[in-house]
């Protein structure tokens, strides 16, 4: 027993300190890679174009930089991007709302109810999120066309309450988590099936609810190709499709744009950050619960 | 993976899903409620997911009058100088990311697991994952600073590759690597994570039997970790593979900044996004369309009828 432990000691040794090493700088590497952009971007919004230049990447700028970019922004156009941010907020709640009023209920039915067409409903919600949701933006878009709703809201905000990866997580946590029972019993104390769901399964379903939302939001708020296609004006941009236009009119990207209008690097740094906030928040916020829900199902991009 | 009960497999026969669903105390019979909570979603079922791919098969078999077009419209298409370059692009851009991707997602969760310190590898996990907030066109922007050398805060490490201008950067032989690397960096945590979670239901009893059988840290990992992975590998694999042929933003916005260096008709969605919105040929836009969400329905399909990740293990 202590030739055996000791051996197997040596052994662990013998990888033990080159291999930690190793996967130490790994890390670390790794760790540089996904946080640098990031945290570079940060400063970045606190300097003036030439400070970003020639200044220390990693120097903090000034207060007045900073509030010079702001201005920058969202005076760009006449304010334009507050209108944008004001797009996405409405398209990416509509869709919230849509989709947890259509996604909720009809993961009750799939996981608890019996009705025709249940098991290929069931597997076409699979295939369809499985498949990435670009593949259907184009043809959308030709169907929409048909029917004359480009350019509206609605045309971006119906498509992304389409959301069978939210039916998905509903069903599965319906189908494995609600004691049948508690239902039952629900039923024989003389609960309509309508009662069932909204007393006894929604209010345990809390969870799922903000999941789905979670998940919904932040796909809504960083979708570029549907509004893109779907959007012909600038009044109607997200501020995922804005970037664009301000990128356009950054002369350091684009020499044509020189002109009253134009964008500064650090300003252009600035709408990143800003057109990712929320998102960040959501982020930072319900990161414990995330992490579980996306190992709960598997999840797609 | 308990992730669809056995009732739901697509052999069972009627009778016994009805007994399945008997069992397992869903509402006896077919009751009104089961129709009434799903009508909504079998509406948006039908308007976004079957309807659209329904009309674009109808586009791309007929010609811009409506009649019957045969196979002229994927001719076309293929023919178009701009096709096979589009579909190389692709491809380069797919084998430098899903390599990229397998390699160091499953080699970053196994180091991260195998941390005994908590707050390490709760952290680490973090920071890798952060970056997927910043989708879409803010990760591509924020890649645009990172990448010309005038600005970047690895403006060191770009001049030591030979790099001293934006333009050199995103030479043509460059941007499959250059849409590898945005994409691992917004999509990698949360494969990271995944990876993670699937490492943490491998019971502890197999791992510690294979250490008292003498394995040391990396045969574990590469012995008995690895394999019990493969399903969630496959997965990463797939979906990936389905997601990256839809290539757009990145080249789009990279075309924009670059002065149409980078051509607008790089990827396939661009090439399509051209024919409808250039040339206004809704049919040529069609038959790309349908092509690509053919691979990823194929891709699909497999993985949910073979790949055995949404079906009860046995």
Known sequence: MTTLSQQRRQRVNLTGWSGRAIAGVVLLVFVLFFAIPIVWLLFAVTKSSKALILDNPFALGSWADFTANWNQLFGFQDGAVTTWIGNSALYAVGALVITLVVSIPAGYALALTEFRLRNALLVLTLVVMLIPSTALVLPIFLELNTVGLIGSPLSVILPMSFFPFGVYLTYIYFSTSVPRDLLSAARIDGCSEFQVFTRIALPLAAPIVALVAFFNFVQSWNNFFLPFVMLPSSDGYPIQVGLTSLLASTPAFNPSSAGSDSVQLPTLALATVVSILPVLFVFLFSQRFLVSGMTAGGTKE | ?314
């Open chain 2, 1 to 314: 993976m308990t992730l669809a009960r056995q009732g739901d497999t697509l052999t069972a026969g009627a009778r016994e899903r009805r007994r399945a669903a008997a069992r397992e105390g869903r509402a006896p019979g077919r009751t009104r409620i089961g129709y009434l909570f799903v009508s909504l979603y079998a509406f948006l079922t039908l308007a976004f997911g079957i309807a659209p791919a329904v009309y674009s098969v109808v586009l791309a078999f007929t010609n811009a009058d409506g009649g019957f077009a045969g196979l002229d419209n994927f001719s076309k298409v293929v023919t178009d100088f701009r096709f096979w370059p589009a579909v190389l692009h692709v491809t380069a851009y797919l084998v430098i990311w899903l390599i990229g991707l397998l390699i160091f997602v499953v080699a970053l969760a196994l180091i991260v697991h195998a941390l005994s310190v908590r707050w390490a590898s709760t952290s680490l996990r973090f920071v890798y994952y952060l970056p997927g907030a910043l989708a879409g066109a803010s990760s591509v922007l924020l890649w645009l600073f990172v990448l010309d050398p005038t600005a970047s805060p690895v403006s060191g490490l770009l001049r030591a590759m030979g790099f001293t201008s934006f333009v050199q950067v995103i030479q043509p032989g460059n941007l499959p690597a250059i849409f590898a690397i945005i994409a691992f960096w917004t999509g990698a945590g949360g494969w990271i994570v995944i990876m993670y979670g699937a490492l943490n239901n491998i019971s502890t009893e197999v791992i510690e039997a294979a250490r008292i059988d003498g394995a040391n840290a990396v045969q574990t990992a590469l012995r008995i970790q690895l394999p019990m992975l493969r399903k969630w590998i496959a997965y990463m694999g797939v979906m990936s593979l389905a997601a990256g042929t839809q290539l757009f933003v990145e080249p789009q916005l990279l075309s924009q900044a670059s002065n149409a260096i980078v051509p607008n008709d790089y990827s396939l969605n661009q090439l399509a996004y051209q024919y409808a919105f250039q040339q206004n040929d809704f049919n040529g836009a069609a038959a790309i369309s349908l092509l690509l969400l053919v691979v990823a329905l194929l891709l699909s399909w497999v993985f949910v009828t073979r790949g055995g990740l949404f079906e009860r293990e046995e």
